[in-house]
């Protein structure tokens, strides 16, 4: 990701950030599970419980978007626990339509074709990495 990608994740992340916890989650979570209905038995707890550490997640790593090496062991332990949720590599694919789908809508006028490109980066660079994480577990 380069440095203008990095700032403009930074400042949409904070205009999604201070919108409802809850309805964020909610768009998210319908779309996901509007796409991908086979991943809803996986999510037991409430949609308000599941958007609130979503969001949490989404913000620490945002945050540290510059140094995603200091990160790396817990997101590699993220997507450790998510191998036993039973999530497989597919499922990252539909995540990510919902994630960017959810911020095009949270964004509204702002999201543009740059902060698309910009997002995809980001969520395709992470999501690679909860990806090879995932197969050292299912290989351990």
């Not at 990701?1 to 319908?30: C, H």
């Not at 038995?41 to 979503?54: A, I």
């Not at 074709?113 to 197969?135: F, H, P, Q, V």
Request: glycine share 6%; proline share 2%; with cysteine.
């Amino acid at each position: 990701m380069t440095t203008q990608q990095i700032q403009l994740i930074k400042q949409s992340w904070a205009s999604v950030a201070a919108l409802d916890t809850l309805t964020v989650g909610t768009l998210f979570y319908d779309k996901l599970f509007s796409i991908a209905p086979d991943v809803r038995p996986m999510f037991r707890s409430p949609v308000s419980d599941q958007s609130r550490k979503l969001l949490s997640m989404i913000g620490y790593v945002i945050n540290k978007l510059e140094r995603l090496d200091e990160i790396a062991h817990e997101i590699g332990g993220l997507a450790k626990r998510h191998v036993h949720y039973g999530v497989k590599n597919e499922h990252y694919t539909v995540v990510g339509e919902a994630l960017l789908w959810t911020l095009q809508q949270g964004l509204g006028h702002q999201w543009n074709d740059e902060m698309e490109a910009a997002w995809t980066n980001c969520y395709r660079t992470l999501s690679g990495a909860m990806i090879l994480a995932s197969k050292e577990t299912a290989t351990a």
